[in-house]
């Protein structure tokens, strides 16, 4: 295998942030999450004293999401939301940028309000991931390409203290042509934009979309540390189906059916 199973598995934040999730299911998603040891878990707000709780004594982290899914909370919102979820057992945040601001190209408030959240969630010990929510800025704004507003807000990511940037919540719903919604989420494309844009003491994170055991694989290959990943199972499952056919002689190449294109 390219990877070892501890350096796969050390990349994924198993995803429980799903609206309708119950504390059933919260405590179902903590205990597959220290089963397959995981990098972490990350949970709604409210969830993250339980999932502390449930995972005490393992070494899995719990993340919070901030001002999640779309960023439109204010400022001091997401400052106080990161305090109370330090506060109650997070040690990794994920804030959304105020999406509508970086399109209207007032970098000011854009800056302002990462550098709250980072101030927070580092004056309590924790890092923090800043998602740009992709698929909003593919077609540009504020008088930038796609590309080029991508790259100007990794750069204020890192001057407001961002430990990783992040593509995508994996609720960025755009209208299709058809009238539907969907997303793309994490790309090769933007994976490797976001890491070239940024210095190496800020890392990426991959998010939305990313399902099977190649698109873990690829996600890294483009430079990302870590994976937001609802089918951590199917994934790690997939590897050690693998490991064991390489061991046995019979090794099966992947049959991945999805490329990556869009979890976290």
Known sequence: MKYTYEQLAGMIDHSL??????????????ELARKYGVASVCVKPYAVERAAQRLRGSTVRVGAVIGFPHGNSTTESKRYETELACREGAVEIDMVINIGKALSGDWDYVERDVKAVCDEAHRHGAKVKVILETDYLAQGGAGLGGDAIKKKLC??????????????????????????????????????????????????????????????????????????????????????????AESSGSAVEGQSAEPVKGGS
């Open 155 to 244: 750069t204020l990511c890192e001057q407001a203290g961002a430990d990783w940037v992040k593509t995508s919540t994996g609720y960025g719903f755009v209208k299709q042509a058809d009238g539907s919604y969907n997303y793309r989420g994490a790309t090769e494309h933007d994976l490797a934009l976001m890491r070239s844009s940024l210095s190496p003491k800020v890392e990426v994170k991959a998010a939305g979309g990313v399902r099977d055991l190649d698109g873990l694989i690829r996600v890294r290959d483009r430079g990302a540390t870590r994976c937001g990943a609802s089918a951590t199972a199917a994934i790690l499952d997939e590897y050690r189906r693998r490991e064991k």
């Open 17 to 30: 942030l799903h609206p309708t999730m119950t504390d059933q299911e919260l405590d179902d998603g903590c």
